[in-house]
């Protein structure tokens, strides 16, 4: 079962779930969902919780309809809001002791590899240390035109950088029907997903009109995206009691397959880049460790060919000028041509700040 096989899982809960249209908290909700959270903890997995919410809770607490408001209002409210739904989250999940973490994230933090990949190091410190972060969009800050404005795809794009194994969208329905199955009794929930071609997206379509909502057509964006980078994804009822033990036990939703394995979806997202911008040649011990799967380090390095920032993609070259990987380099250019040659505890002194030791770091490496 693809979500006892994962080892991190991102999990997104929409509005709704916490707060109804009456404008009450759902805290029993919550505090069950904790629940579930505490048991992928005790099972080892590393977690991360996308959560909406901010607007709803800045609302509620300055008496606003949401409906009503203009985008800089809006941003204003988010403001007041995140820390409400932090302080919800901090006060339930303090009653099963789950040390929890922000991150806001906007769309460039995504979209730029460099600040993709600053996200996902953050994101496994955290694990390391035993924290579940929980992720929203910099509502207070982000514009129309930079923005995600929905959190499926944020979570799509979190689940990407975080190397997820799966992603679950808790929503108020329990996936993706053949037919509206308020409309039609023999609708069939479509349990899995490989392609989504034109019938599925019809479907989608369809069940936004019919039901009214917006929903699904930004979880089929989402899915599109699982897809390409070997990430599973579900489409869930989030409204039940315990709703993740729920999949575990009835499995009663939609999943979407990747058509890609994660690793290899990381090795295309590092190498596809364009051109690469600059080479680093490495002696014959840097390569035996790059073999033994290890970062590259300054102490390997012996020339610096081109200029390139950090998070460019570079070649890395042998001795004789072969190349053997390509990776994204977290330093620049005159920064490694400074530390050429010299032990990583040597790196503060010689460039005047701490910096990370690895050169280019195992993950962001791939062997040609
Ligand atoms: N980021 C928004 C919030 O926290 C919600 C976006 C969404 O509903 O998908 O209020």
Not at 71 to 95: H, P, R, W, Y
Not at 120 to 136: D, M, Q, S
Request: glycine share 6%; with cysteine; hydrophobic share 40%.
């Amino acid at each position: 079962m693809y979500l006892k096989n994962s080892k991190t899982i991102v999990i997104k809960i929409g509005s709704s779930l916490l707060i109804n249209k009456k404008k009450t908290i759902r805290k029993k909700w919550l505090s069950e969902f904790c629940k579930d959270i505490k048991g992928l903890l005790d099972n080892k997995k590393n977690v991360i919780i996308v959560s909406s919410g901010a607007i709803a809770l800045g609302c509620k607490k300055l008496n606003l309809n949401k409906k009503n408001l203009k985008l800089d209002k809006s941003q204003a409210v988010a403001s007041v809001g995140q820390i409400e739904l932090m302080n919800l989250f901090i006060k339930t999940f303090s009653s099963k002791k789950i040390n929890l973490s922000q991150i806001l994230l906007t769309l460039e933090d995504t979209e730029q590899r460099r600040r993709a990949i600053n996200a996902k190091r953050t994101f496994e410190n955290l694990f390391k240390l035993g924290f579940v972060p929980i992720v929203n969009e910099n509502d207070s800050i982000a514009t129309t035109e930079i923005k995600y404005g929905d959190n499926d795809r944020l979570a799509s794009r979190v689940a990407q950088i975080s190397s997820a194994d799966c992603l679950i969208l808790l929503s108020d329905v329990n996936g993706l029907y053949t037919k509206n199955p308020k409309v039609y009794s023999d609708a069939k929930l479509i349990r899995h997903i490989k392609n989504i071609n034109s019938n599925i997206e019809e479907v989608a379509t369809k069940s936004i009109s019919e039901h009214g909502t917006g929903g699904m057509k930004t979880k089929i964006d989402a899915a599109k995206v699982c897809q390409i980078s070997g990430c599973f994804m579900a489409i869930a009822n989030g409204l039940s009691i315990r709703p993740i033990k729920k999949i575990f036990d009835k499995n009663n939703c939609t999943w979407f397959l990747p058509k890609v394995s994660k690793l290899d979806a990381r090795k295309k997202w590092i190498i596809s880049s364009i051109a690469p911008k600059g080479e680093l040649i490495i002696d014959d011990g840097a390569v035996k460790a790059l073999k033994k799967g290890k970062s590259l380090l300054a102490a390997g390095i012996k020339k610096v060919n081109g200029k390139f920032n950090k998070g460019d993609h570079i070649k890395v070259m042998d001795i004789n000028m072969q190349e053997y990987a390509r990776g994204l380099s977290s330093f620049t250019s005159d920064e490694i041509s400074k530390i050429k040659g010299q032990h990583s505890n040597k790196i503060r002194e010689l460039l005047g700040y701490i910096t990370k030791s690895e050169v280019i770091h195992k993950d962001d490496m791939v062997e040609v």
